[in-house]
């Protein structure tokens, strides 16, 4: 794993300090509150641009620390994850980095990417989940958000989850999460995947990744 890799883990590390909670739902105006996420890996420096938020625009300081830190451990969480794709062999990035379909393709079968904890909302166990994965494919498609990245396209899942019951904590495992991403690419075969239809009845191709300690 390379050092830009390593950095990303040891800076998310520092997130699990504090309890994983948000204050409110997500929504633009908060969005656009926090967009420095984006552009900030380092946590101290992070911390600073929290601080500046909350007095330049007179917030709740408790809300606007975890709305912010929650957004930026997920991106960088994401981020380190599509890089760990994209360098294995096999994986093409997507020409169109702003392509909200198509994050990669592995052995010409375009996806696009989502992390995600163990969905409680599906009310089965983690035997039944691995056991009827169809059935949580289908789950996870109807109950995504209503956000940007709603949509039916082809998506390859990483699903998190700890023993423990803090399956949040997986997304900084990024070395682990490697580990786990190269076996998958590295045995990968289009005809594991999971064909689904939705309302336009076109086929929807995807699979589930687990990450489980």
């Not at 007095?55 to 709740?60: A, E, I, M």
């Not at 960088?76 to 760990?84: G, H, K, L, Q």
């Not at 109807?142 to 803090?166: K, P, W």
Request: with cysteine; net charge positive.
């Amino acid at each position: 794993m390379n050092e830009r890799l390593k950095n990303i883990e040891k800076e998310l590390k520092n997130r699990w300090d504090y309890p994983y909670k948000w204050f409110r739902k997500q929504n633009d105006i908060w969005d656009n509150h926090t967009k420095f996420i984006y552009e900030i890996l380092n946590w101290k420096e992070l911390i600073q641009a929290i601080a500046a938020l909350v007095k330049n625009q007179n917030l709740d300081k408790k809300e606007a620390f975890y709305y912010a830190v929650n957004r930026w451990y997920n991106f960088w969480s994401a981020m380190a994850v599509e890089e760990i794709f994209c360098s294995l062999p096999n994986v093409i990035p997507a020409k169109n980095n702003k392509d909200r379909l198509v994050d990669f393709s592995i052995k010409n079968v375009a996806f696009d990417l989502k992390t995600s904890v163990f969905p409680k909302g599906f009310g089965e166990s983690l035997a039944f989940a691995k056991a009827n994965q169809k059935q949580l494919l289908t789950w996870l498609y109807n109950n995504q958000s209503s956000q940007q990245r709603h949509h039916f396209a082809n998506r390859l899942f990483i699903i998190v989850y700890s023993e423990n019951g803090a399956h949040w904590k997986l997304k900084a495992e990024i070395s682990f999460l490697h580990q786990v991403i190269s076996n998958y690419v590295t045995t990968f075969e289009s005809g594991q995947l999971t064909s689904l239809k939705f309302s336009d009845n076109k086929t929807t191709l995807s699979d589930i990744i687990w990450v489980t300690r």
